[in-house]
């Protein structure tokens, strides 16, 4: 079955404690990105790849890293949350910029204190 | 300045009649649409899209109309059913195709 996958779904932590949302990839997708969604904003991009080892700023790029090392996997680094960055997170993925429907994971809540 | 503008936060309908959903954007260079629904605790899913060379995309129940003079998408569902009670996002496509740029979303009740 085709999926997309966001470990861990629910996340409570504190300022400054260094933590990981994992995506994962079924589908061979050379495309992956990275959205967050705030009450009255909708969907904001943070960071997009087109491929192993290629990742680019989205629009809401501050206080967040990834990384692609390998097709299937797109990690979301958080080095030092911050209240601010409380949201919920959506990783996306689809085959190549020449298609333009993104499948979306189930989405991991972040709660920073 | 928000790019992509769904200015309908809420919209309920009965069961059996149509839903018109509303989009509105700014930048001409936008040249696809897509609506995505969702349900809460899940991921957004797609549900039907349009290129700005077309002015009406039709999906079984769903139909997209596009007004590109007036920069202006909707969605109508038709005949609407409980279970299309959702939240439903206009996105726009940028276009290097590298990313979505949303709207804040409208909420849709359907009553039975």
């Known amino acids: 079955e085709a999926q997309v996958t966001q470990n861990p779904r629910y996340l409570i932590t504190v300022t400054g404690k260094k933590l990981t949302v994992t995506c994962s990839q079924n589908m061979n997708h050379e495309y992956m990105s990275w959205y967050r969604q705030d009450p009255g904003l909708g969907l904001r991009q943070i960071y997009y790849?087109?491929?192993?080892?290629?990742?680019d700023k989205g629009d809401v790029p501050e206080g967040y890293k990834v990384s692609r090392k390998e097709k299937r996997n797109f990690p979301l680094i958080l080095e030092s949350p911050s209240p601010n960055q409380t949201s919920l997170y959506f990783c996306?993925?689809?085959?190549?910029?020449?298609?333009?429907?993104?499948?979306f994971g189930p989405g991991t809540r972040l709660t920073v204190l | 300045d928000q790019q992509v503008k769904q200015n309908s936060p809420s919209l309920s309908v009965q069961e059996g009649r149509i839903s018109i959903l509303n989009c509105d954007y700014t930048n001409s260079m936008f040249d696809y649409f897509l609506w995505y629904k969702k349900y809460p605790a899940e991921g957004p899913t797609f549900l039907i899209s349009?290129?700005?060379?077309?002015d009406k995309n039709e999906d079984g129940r769903f139909t997209v109309f596009l007004n590109k003079s007036a920069k202006h998408l909707s969605l109508h569902i038709v005949p609407s059913q409980p279970g299309d009670s959702a939240v439903y996002f206009c996105?726009?496509?940028?276009?290097?195709?590298?990313?979505?740029?949303f709207g804040k979303g409208t909420t849709l009740s359907v009553s039975s």
């Open positions: 349009i290129s700005s060379i077309k």
């Open positions: 996306a993925t689809k085959p190549g910029l020449a298609t333009n429907e993104q499948f």
């Open positions: 790849s087109m491929n192993v080892e290629v990742t």
């Open positions: 996105a726009a496509e940028t276009q290097a195709g590298t990313a979505l740029i």
